[in-house]
C-alpha cells in the first residue's frame, strides 16, 4: 500500500511538468501572434496621440487585445473616458466564464488564485482544457507567461519604432487569426488522432477557399464544416 501511495503523486507530478512543457511550446506559437498584434496595437496608440511610454505601459499592466484597442480607438473616435470604458469593459466579459471554469484549478489562497487568474486568456485557456471540462492550471499559466513579454515587446517596437503600416497590416493582422487557427489545430492534431480526417477536411476548405474570399471568411467556413463533420462524428 505504501508502494501505491508513492506512484500516485509520482505520476502526478509528472502530469504536471508535461503539462508545464505543452504549455511553454503552444505558448511560443501563440506569442508570435501576440507580438505581431502587439507591434499594430503600438504603431495605432501612437498615432492616435498616446505617447509611447504611456503605451507601453498599458500593455504590460492591462494585458488585454481587444480591450486595448477598444480604449484607443474609442478615445480617438471622441468617445470619452465613458465609452472607452464601457467598450473594454463589454469586450472583456467574456472572461467571466473561462474565469468561473478555470477557478476549479487555481491553487492557494485569494491572493495566489488572484494572481494565478491573471493566465486565463482566450487561447491559453483553449489549449489548457482538458476532456472532463475543467482546464491544467499549469499549461494554461505556461503558455501565458511566453505571451506576456511577447505582447510587451511587440508593443514596444510599435511604439517606439512606428514600422509602416502596410508592413503592419501585411505581417500583422492579416497573419495573425490564421496563425493561430493553425495552433489550435496542430494541438488538436497532436492529442486527438480520431479528429485528424476533420482537420484535414476544414484545411481543405480553408485552402481552397482563400483563392476566393478574404482569409477571415475561409477560416470561419472551414470550423463551420469542420464543426458539422465533428458532430456527424460524435452522432
Not at 80 to 108: E, Y
Not at 187 to 206: C, F, G, M, S, T
Request: proline residues 5%; contains cysteine; charged residues 10%.
Amino acid at each position: 500500500m505504501n508502494t501505491a501511495a508513492h506512484e500516485a503523486p509520482e505520476a502526478s507530478e509528472a502530469t504536471r511538468r508535461q503539462h508545464w512543457r505543452e504549455g511553454l511550446i503552444t505558448g511560443l506559437g501563440l506569442g508570435v501572434g501576440a507580438f505581431a498584434l502587439a507591434v499594430s496595437f503600438g504603431v495605432a496608440a501612437v498615432a492616435q496621440g498616446w505617447p509611447a511610454w504611456l503605451v507601453v505601459l498599458m500593455s504590460a499592466t492591462v494585458f488585454a487585445g481587444g480591450a486595448q484597442f477598444a480604449i484607443v480607438l474609442a478615445f480617438g473616435g471622441g468617445g470619452g473616458v465613458i465609452g472607452a470604458v464601457s467598450a473594454a469593459t463589454l469586450i472583456n466579459l467574456r472572461f467571466v466564464p473561462l474565469a468561473i471554469n478555470a477557478a476549479r484549478s487555481l491553487r492557494g489562497g485569494l491572493w495566489r488564485r488572484s494572481l494565478e487568474a491573471q493566465a486565463v486568456l482566450d487561447a491559453s485557456w483553449a489549449t489548457a482544457r482538458l476532456p472532463d471540462g475543467t482546464v491544467s492550471r499549469e499549461k494554461m499559466i505556461a503558455a501565458t507567461l511566453v505571451q506576456w513579454p511577447a505582447w510587451v515587446a511587440g508593443t514596444a517596437i510599435g511604439a517606439y519604432l512606428t514600422p509602416s503600416p502596410a508592413l503592419v497590416k501585411q505581417w500583422g493582422l492579416d497573419t495573425l487569426f490564421p496563425a493561430m487557427f493553425l495552433i489550435f489545430v496542430l494541438d488538436i492534431w497532436r492529442v486527438n488522432p480520431r479528429q485528424r480526417p476533420v482537420i484535414l477536411l476544414a484545411a481543405a476548405i480553408a485552402g481552397v477557399m482563400c483563392w476566393f474570399v478574404p482569409p477571415g471568411v475561409a477560416l470561419l467556413c472551414s470550423g463551420v464544416a469542420g464543426f458539422l463533420a465533428l458532430r456527424r462524428n460524435e452522432g
